[in-house]
């Protein structure tokens, strides 16, 4: 795909992409009014200042409380100290410079030769993400796990890993979705991270123990094993196997539990072979696929863990399957099956992101890498705009040895032509997309 070849008009193209995504997200998705991040924020000041205990909390007028292990509500201490929109201003920053070193690990050792016009490029097919969009617009935690975990990946890929685990630990304290790759560092043979990556994990929880005995206590006894309390296992949002067992009228805990065992001997396969082969990024990559897999409930915004995957399928050379990919899962679509899911249609459509996400376990390339790479240095060639006749010489160089930014390396197809026909009224449903409220809406965690 070849670019404008001027400044002033990769100027105009970047302007027009702009507006594009504006457009885009002021009518397809809808905001979600931090709502998430008011969870975190009433339960931390009724925990700190008025008594209460964390997992009694309900946001006024709804029936949505903390769902978290207790060490994320001590994490999430500080807010007891401001108020609310400092809070939110909070999460944001931490949200991008999150972003920020999430895409720096992605880019490799030569992000600086990416320019202004490819990182231009990627951002605005990131914002186009919908559950980068659902992440920022909860005040949710997901891209902040996400860049702790990557943080013990580039320790490992760079050979420099004494303290690798330490950011898988401090996530799976916090969430206990990350919790799986502890066991991807077993499999790879890596004893010292995942001995770190444990110690981390129980020193965080027996803080958090320390800190509210009772709420420990009450967590890992009872909330823990009471999926109810996060939300319906059929909801469409819950984008995880059970979710799909669910819609199917299925979601009996035999059947589940059979088809997580298989998931898992897949994913164990498919990470041995990329360990193999020291290649940490796929290696984390599938575990973050199959963490959303076998998740009870992998709501939308949850799916941030597969954006590694797809700037490792553009790297194996398949960048427009990445492409189409991606611009499916910005378009709200699982949202046209709120009401009923019933049907072929229903079975395909409402759980495409569950699809996408399998497909990607199966398939994505695993144990390719080659060393001192960057994870997208073959994307170049794709989305490098064509050399200049003033200076051919020059351009051509600087585009051969620049990666491409994720949204031109996976296309700029994802402009909000994808997102037509699926407008829809604004809703209060915490993790609803583009309907309106259902009578039992569902919570986010």
């Given at each position: 795909?070849?670019?404008?070849?001027?400044?002033?008009?990769?100027?105009?193209?970047?302007?027009?992409?702009?507006?594009a995504?504006?457009?885009?997200?002021?009518?397809?998705?809808?905001?979600?009014?931090?709502?998430?991040?008011r969870?975190?924020?009433?339960?931390?000041?009724?925990?700190?200042?008025?008594?209460?205990?964390?997992?009694?909390?309900?946001?006024?007028?709804?029936?949505?409380?903390?769902?978290?292990?207790?060490?994320?509500a001590?994490?999430?201490l500080?807010?007891?100290?401001v108020?609310?929109?400092?809070?939110?201003?909070?999460?944001?920053?931490?949200n991008?410079a999150?972003?920020?070193?999430?895409?720096?690990?992605?880019?490799?050792?030569?992000?600086?030769?990416?320019?202004?016009?490819?990182?231009?490029?990627?951002?605005?097919?990131?914002?186009?993400?919908?559950?980068?969009?659902?992440?920022?617009?909860?005040?949710?935690?997901?891209?902040?796990?996400?860049?702790l975990?990557?943080?013990?990946?580039?320790?490992?890929?760079?050979?420099r890993?004494?303290?690798?685990?330490?950011?898988?630990?401090?996530?799976?304290?916090?969430?206990?979705?990350?919790?799986?790759?502890?066991?991807?560092?077993?499999?790879?043979?890596?004893?010292?991270?995942?001995?770190?990556?444990?110690?981390?994990?129980?020193?965080?929880?027996?803080?958090?123990?320390?800190?509210?005995?009772?709420?420990?206590?009450?967590?890992?006894?009872?909330?823990?094993?009471?999926?109810?309390?996060?939300?319906?296992?059929?909801?469409?949002?819950?984008?995880?196997?059970?979710?799909?067992?669910?819609?199917?009228?299925h979601?009996?805990?035999?059947?589940?539990?059979?088809?997580?065992?298989?998931?898992?001997?897949?994913?164990?396969?498919r990470?041995?072979?990329?360990?193999?082969?020291?290649?940490?990024?796929?290696?984390?990559?599938?575990?973050?696929?199959?963490?959303?897999?076998?998740?009870?409930?992998?709501?939308?915004?949850?799916?941030?863990?597969?954006?590694?995957?797809?700037?490792?399928?553009?790297r194996?050379?398949?960048?427009?399957?990445?492409?189409?990919?991606?611009?499916?899962?910005?378009?709200?679509?699982?949202?046209?099956?709120?009401?009923?899911?019933?049907?072929?249609?229903?079975?395909?459509?409402?759980?495409?992101?569950?699809?996408?996400t399998?497909?990607?376990?199966?398939?994505?390339?695993?144990?390719?890498?080659?060393?001192?790479?960057?994870?997208?240095?073959?994307?170049?060639?794709?989305?490098?705009?064509?050399?200049?006749?003033?200076?051919?010489?020059?351009?051509?160089?600087?585009?051969?040895s620049?990666?491409?930014?994720?949204?031109?390396?996976?296309?700029?197809?994802?402009?909000?032509?994808?997102?037509?026909?699926?407008?829809?009224?604004?809703?209060?449903?915490?993790?609803?997309?583009?309907?309106?409220?259902?009578?039992?809406?569902?919570?986010s965690?």
């Amino acid at each position: 795909m070849r670019g404008p070849r001027t400044d002033r008009g990769r100027l105009l193209l970047v302007l027009a992409l702009v507006a594009a995504v504006t457009l885009f997200t002021a009518t397809v998705p809808l905001l979600r009014d931090w709502f998430d991040l008011r969870v975190y924020y009433g339960t931390v000041h009724t925990w700190v200042h008025h008594g209460g205990r964390i997992y009694d909390y309900r946001v006024p007028g709804t029936t949505y409380g903390f769902t978290y292990p207790p060490f994320a509500a001590v994490g999430m201490l500080p807010m007891a100290l401001v108020g609310l929109h400092l809070a939110i201003a909070a999460s944001l920053l931490l949200n991008l410079a999150a972003l920020a070193f999430v895409l720096r690990i992605l880019a490799g050792p030569g992000w600086r030769r990416w320019g202004w016009y490819r990182w231009a490029l990627a951002l605005c097919g990131l914002a186009l993400f919908e559950p980068l969009r659902d992440t920022f617009s909860f005040g949710q935690v997901n891209l902040i796990l996400l860049a702790l975990v990557l943080a013990d990946c580039c320790l490992l890929r760079s050979g420099r890993g004494r303290w690798a685990g330490a950011g898988i630990g401090l996530a799976a304290a916090i969430k206990l979705t990350p919790a799986l790759f502890i066991f991807m560092l077993l499999i790879g043979r890596k004893w010292r991270a995942a001995g770190i990556a444990t110690a981390v994990a129980l020193a965080a929880t027996g803080l958090a123990a320390w800190a509210d005995p009772r709420a420990s206590r009450f967590y890992w006894t009872q909330a823990l094993w009471d999926t109810s309390r996060v939300g319906r296992l059929d909801y469409v949002s819950n984008q995880s196997l059970q979710g799909v067992l669910a819609r199917l009228g299925h979601p009996d805990k035999p059947l589940w539990a059979i088809v997580v065992l298989l998931t898992l001997a897949v994913w164990a396969w498919r990470t041995r072979k990329a360990v193999a082969a020291s290649d940490w990024t796929a290696a984390f990559a599938l575990t973050g696929l199959a963490a959303c897999l076998v998740s009870p409930i992998t709501w939308v915004h949850h799916l941030v863990w597969v954006l590694p995957s797809f700037v490792l399928l553009a790297r194996a050379g398949h960048a427009r399957i990445a492409g189409a990919l991606y611009a499916v899962m910005c378009t709200s679509v699982v949202w046209l099956w709120f009401d009923d899911a019933s049907g072929v249609d229903g079975f395909l459509g409402s759980n495409i992101y569950t699809w996408i996400t399998l497909g990607l376990l199966l398939w994505l390339p695993a144990g390719q890498s080659r060393p001192e790479r960057s994870p997208l240095s073959r994307i170049a060639r794709v989305t490098a705009p064509a050399p200049s006749a003033a200076s051919p010489a020059t351009t051509a160089v600087s585009d051969q040895s620049s990666s491409g930014a994720v949204a031109a390396a996976i296309g700029t197809v994802l402009g909000p032509g994808r997102g037509r026909g699926l407008v829809r009224r604004a809703s209060s449903e915490p993790t609803g997309s583009t309907r309106p409220a259902a009578s039992k809406p569902q919570s986010s965690s």
